[in-house]
Each structure stands twice: as C-alpha cells, then as structure tokens.
C-alpha cells in the first residue's frame, strides 16, 4: 500500500479547486492541478502549474483524504493542469482515484496521444476535454513548440475512436486567432470528426502575457462563426 502511495505521487499535484460545477459536464466535481506543460501559449491561465515542477506538491495521502471525505458529495474529479499527460504515472493516479469510486475527466492540450491511448483503453476517463488551440498551419506559433499539430491530430482521433465522451474547445481572442483562423479551426474540428465543439471566450485573470492582459477580457465571438459552427456541431456553446 506504502508502495502504491509514493508511485501516485511522481505526478505532481500542485493544487486542488474542491467544487466546480462547470469543468465536467452534468457533474459536480473537484479539479486537482498538476504541474508542468511543454508549450508556452500566451493566453495561459494557469502559467503557475506550467512552470512548477512539482517541487511542492502535494501528497497522495492528502488528495486521497481530501477526496474520501466528499464521497457522496461530489459525483466526480478533473484532473487539469499544467499538462497532466505528461506524467509516465498518470494511469496510476488515475487508478487510485478510480478506486475510491470517482467519475474522472481530463483536461488535455493533446500533446501525448500515446498516453491518451493508454488511459482509454485501460478505461481510466469517463471524459476527456481537449484544447484545439488553432488551426494546423497555425499550431507552432500558438504554442510556441515545434511539431505540435501533427500530435494534436493524433490525439484528437484517439478521443473520437475511444467512445469516451468528449469535447474539443478553442480559446479565441483576436490577437492570436483572427476570425479567418478561427474558422479554420471550427472547420478544422468538424472536418477531424468532432461533434462536440466550444469556443471560450479569453479571460485575463491568471494570464502573465502583458499584452493580453491590457487587451483585456474577449466578450464577442464573430456572429458568421457561430452560425456556421452551430450548423456544423451536434452541440455547440460559446463560454
């Protein structure tokens, strides 16, 4: 059991939000943060788990007693980031939450299909959220790291051909996709296979790039994209 414990912890958890009733559809649900992210998109949220290795994480014995208490309570966890798939030993923290009796989502920016196929075939997720940051020719720039593109297309057929619920989602703000971009990405989206698609509308709170930041918060979302993407998409929001 000691054994178990310390092999949970090799993935860095670096916070905990305990209630959430917008991350994981129809669920009510914790979200535990881990630490780390390979890319640098500028519209980050959540920069601090991109660049904490975990250093200060927190244990497993405090995430499996913060979660048995709200057995009952909260029908289900998310595990965000950070990037989380980048953790070799994802699958067994996943287990161990499993084990307690937890609906699980991820929250993925795509980057590791290997591990996505790992965790659906061993059916660790109940739903997996993905970023669809830009479309293909736009990839590199958005994060800021080579050959992501072709991974994230990977990973988007992964999700699609597991049964595994799902949802793609793009953060739009007009400094980083113009509305030609964006709809490239919704048809991108639809044309990979994905049904179940959002637009998030950038918010600056947490975010560090400056120029953003002054930008400020995105309200609007181009009306010919949403019309076109509600034609296209099973189910459609704007967020």
């Not at 995430?63 to 289900?76: M, T």
């Amino acid at each position: 059991m000691e054994t178990q414990s310390i092999v949970a912890c090799d993935v860095p958890v670096v916070g905990i939000n305990p209630l959430t009733t917008i991350d994981y559809p129809g669920k009510t649900a914790a979200v535990l943060f881990t630490g780390g992210c390979p890319w640098n998109c500028r519209y980050c949220h959540n920069p601090s788990c991109r660049d904490n290795t975990g250093s200060n994480g927190l244990t497993w014995e405090h995430i499996e007693s913060f979660l048995v208490q709200r057995v009952g309570f909260l029908d289900g966890v998310v595990v965000s980031g950070g990037e989380p798939t980048i953790h070799a030993n994802l699958p067994v923290l996943l287990d161990r939450i499993r084990g307690i009796g937890y609906s699980i989502a991820l929250h993925t920016n795509g980057c590791n299909p290997e591990m996505l196929q790992v965790l659906t075939r061993k059916g660790l997720v109940d739903y997996v959220a993905m970023d669809v940051k830009a479309p293909p020719y736009l990839y590199e720039h958005v994060t800021r790291f080579s050959n992501t593109g072709v991974r994230v297309a990977r990973s988007m057929s992964v999700i699609l051909e597991s049964g595994v619920g799902y949802e793609f989602r793009t953060t739009y703000h007009p400094r980083i996709l113009d509305d030609y971009n964006l709809m490239d990405t919704v048809r991108a989206v639809y044309n990979a296979g994905g049904r179940r698609y959002y637009i998030q509308r950038f918010r600056k709170m947490g975010v560090s790039d400056e120029e953003l930041v002054r930008y400020g918060d995105i309200f609007d979302v181009p009306g010919d994209i949403i019309e076109e993407a509600r034609k296209l998409f099973d189910v459609f929001g704007i967020r």
